[in-house]
């Protein structure tokens, strides 16, 4: 009987002195993968900054059927939240850069990890540099003692999101959709806008940043949007890498002026236009979608207004299933005026008669 109570004694104290050797473990850690992958930057950093994106890349988010998303009040997406049987989840964007870096934090219940992302342009290509840094809990601390490290629990999980992202991006480069929808009267709509202009290579991230702006000022004025957001474009130069736009949101009431010196208000009429929806990574496949409705538009004997409202509307709404972006592009358009010269026999000179076909 007491050798029994020895032992049990012993196993107590072995117990006790285990568990005060894994709480005295080093209790923070730091782990940095690196990949280059044959993606822009830009469509590097709008790709993980999208929460939306978060299923197609992040490890620790096993099926999307539980994941829900929080709004802040600008109406973007703030965080991705998910839980499984023991334990609850979010990832968070807590800081932007200029598409150069960005900071993220990772919730498991109580305990915090901070990634912090890097991107360097190399050429074709993009450098991604991932930092995570926490500190470890009992059980992380149990885990990695019996793993050999924080490095050897944490650091495949940082390549798998690495590859995932890769993957991911390789893909959208073939995976997109251009569906030419016809041509109709485009709805006429009063708006709030914020103008701006910039490269056409920052456009599509440039462009969200100002949405943002526009959606805080429509939150904090209580105003209610009744359309989808939507792009009014002034001018586009590929030569020059320039373009001229707005960023507007249909409203109900016509606004002359507001408190905001760089939110304004105007209206569009209705008017003829080709409607085209491209579904896929926006900045890789508009020229494609634009040149598909030039085609069409020469085609069904119709021309460009070029002193119309070229648009590209955002549909809110979208397809849990579907994880490319989805764009309307909104061409205005004319019926083709053909000029025909009628030859007078009695004299060399010809008149013109213009008709629209």
């Known amino acids: 009987m007491k050798i029994a109570k020895y032992i049990l004694l012993l196993l107590a104290l072995f117990s006790i002195a285990f568990s005060v050797f894994v709480a005295t473990q080093p209790g923070s850690f730091e782990i940095v993968k690196e990949k280059n992958i044959d993606t822009s930057k830009t469509l590097v950093f709008d790709f993980i900054s999208n929460l939306e994106n978060a299923t197609q890349w992040f490890p620790y988010i096993l099926s999307d059927d539980n994941l829900d998303f929080t709004k802040n009040e600008n109406n973007s997406i703030s965080s991705a939240n998910w839980k499984s049987t023991t334990s609850q989840y979010q990832l968070t964007n807590e800081t932007l850069f200029n598409a150069d870096s960005l900071y993220q934090n990772f919730q498991e219940n109580d305990n915090i990890q901070k990634l912090i992302w890097k991107l360097e342009e190399q050429k074709e290509k993009t450098k991604i540099v991932l930092k995570v840094t926490g500190n470890l809990s009992f059980k ?9 490290g ?96 707005a960023f507007c949101i249909p409203i109900e009431e016509e606004i002359v002026s507001t408190t905001n010196p760089n939110i304004t208000g105007g209206n569009i009429p209705n008017y003829l236009a080709l409607k085209t929806k491209l579904i896929g990574n926006t900045a890789l496949h508009r020229k494609k979608a634009y040149d598909a409705a030039i085609k069409y538009i020469a085609k069904n004997k119709y021309e460009e207004d070029y002193g119309g409202y070229y648009l590209e509307i955002y549909p809110t709404e979208k397809d849990k299933k579907q994880h490319n972006p989805t764009v309307e592009i909104i061409i205005p358009v004319r019926k083709k005026i053909v000029i025909q010269t009628v030859q007078d026999s009695l004299t060399t000179s010809g008149n013109k008669i213009e008709n629209a076909e």
């Open 150 to 245: 924080a490095e050897n629990v944490f650091g495949p999980k940082l390549e798998v999101a690495l590859t995932n992202i890769e993957n991911r991006l390789n893909a959208s480069f073939v995976e997109h959709s251009i569906t030419i929808q016809g041509f109709s009267y485009q709805k006429g709509t009063n708006f709030i806008k914020q103008k701006d202009s910039c490269s056409i290579k920052d456009f599509d991230i440039r462009s969200k940043e100002i949405l943002k702006k526009v959606n805080q000022f429509v939150e904090q004025n209580g105003i209610q949007p009744t359309g989808n957001p939507f792009v009014l474009f002034d001018r586009w130069e590929e030569r020059k890498n320039f373009v001229v736009y």
């Open 140 to 148: 992380q601390k149990l885990n990695a003692l019996f793993h050999g």
